[in-house]
């Protein structure tokens, strides 16, 4: 039996980690989707990245598989290049792992929502 702990190294050695600076550039290029995997309750009290698409972790399979009709958000293709962030970065490397087990291959985690204000990256509601 696993415990969160070791799901968690799991996939902090599995997906990639970005710092913010270089997310921040990544978001200022145009390149790739950034994703908040935040609840919506959490995203309401802090704000999230500007233009990021709101997809829970809770619901990560159901918007990743194309199969899922009602579910899927077109955002989410195999190859795109996926920026996940979410309140300190656990939630965002466990959807990676995730997604990595999808068939994703292009997945980042970029940490912490914090790290992304304070750094001044840009934000929205």
Request: charged letters at 25%; hydrophobic letters at 40%; one cysteine or more.
């Amino acid at each position: 039996m696993k415990s969160a702990k070791e799901y968690l190294e799991a996939a902090h050695a599995s997906v990639p980690k970005m710092d913010v600076e270089q997310a921040i550039a990544k978001h200022a290029s145009g390149s790739g989707a950034f994703i908040d995997v935040r609840d919506s309750s959490d995203i309401a009290k802090s704000g999230t990245i500007k233009g990021a698409h709101r997809i829970p972790r809770g619901m990560i399979e159901f918007r990743a598989d194309p199969e899922m009709k009602d579910f899927h958000n077109p955002v989410m293709q195999k190859d795109a290049e996926l920026y996940l962030i979410c309140g300190a970065g656990g939630q965002a490397a466990l959807s990676g792992k995730t997604l990595q087990d999808m068939g994703y291959t292009n997945v980042t985690n970029i940490g912490g929502f914090p790290a992304w204000k304070d750094a001044g990256g840009p934000t929205e509601a």
